[in-house]
């Protein structure tokens, strides 16, 4: 999977990087190779728009995010803190589409999904179609 384009809303979130933290992260070659071809978000010339340490803060400011709309903002920056001290000491990785998918119009987060199935043999319109129709939509993304 290719990363996505960086949009405005996007750009915004590493704008709010603290400057503090926007400093080298101790890589491998390996692993910022990695990162370039598979994770950092790119410009529309197809390169990479953003530092390891702003991809970082992209994924742990979109995963606490939806804090502020429970225990407010002040609660969500922390919480975005606390993960990208994880992400960056590499104590915590999340899945690969949370690091494609943060912070991008598609949003997301998980590659894997489960799906109810009736077993009515097709007789009801809620059925075993409705979940094919809804993995195909799932597939779309």
Not at 52 to 66: E, G, L, T
Not at 76 to 104: D, H, I, V
Not at 131 to 137: D, G, K, Y
């Amino acid at each position: 999977m290719m990363p996505e384009q960086m949009d405005v809303a996007t750009q915004g979130i590493v704008d709010s990087m603290p400057s503090s933290l926007n400093h080298e992260i101790a890589l491998t070659d390996n692993a910022l190779t990695v990162l370039r071809k598979r994770y950092l978000l790119r410009g529309p010339d197809g390169e990479p728009v953003e530092s390891p340490a702003q991809m970082f803060w992209r994924v742990a400011s979109v995963v606490a995010a939806p804090d502020a709309e429970y225990v407010g903002e002040e609660q969500a920056r922390a919480t975005a803190l606390s993960f990208y001290k994880l992400l960056t000491s590499f104590r915590f990785m999340p899945n690969s589409p949370t690091f494609t998918g943060a912070g991008t119009p598609l949003g997301q987060l998980a590659a894997c999904f489960v799906l109810p199935i009736e077993d009515d043999m097709g007789r009801d319109p809620a059925g075993i179609f409705s979940t094919l129709r809804v993995a195909a939509l799932l597939q779309q993304t």
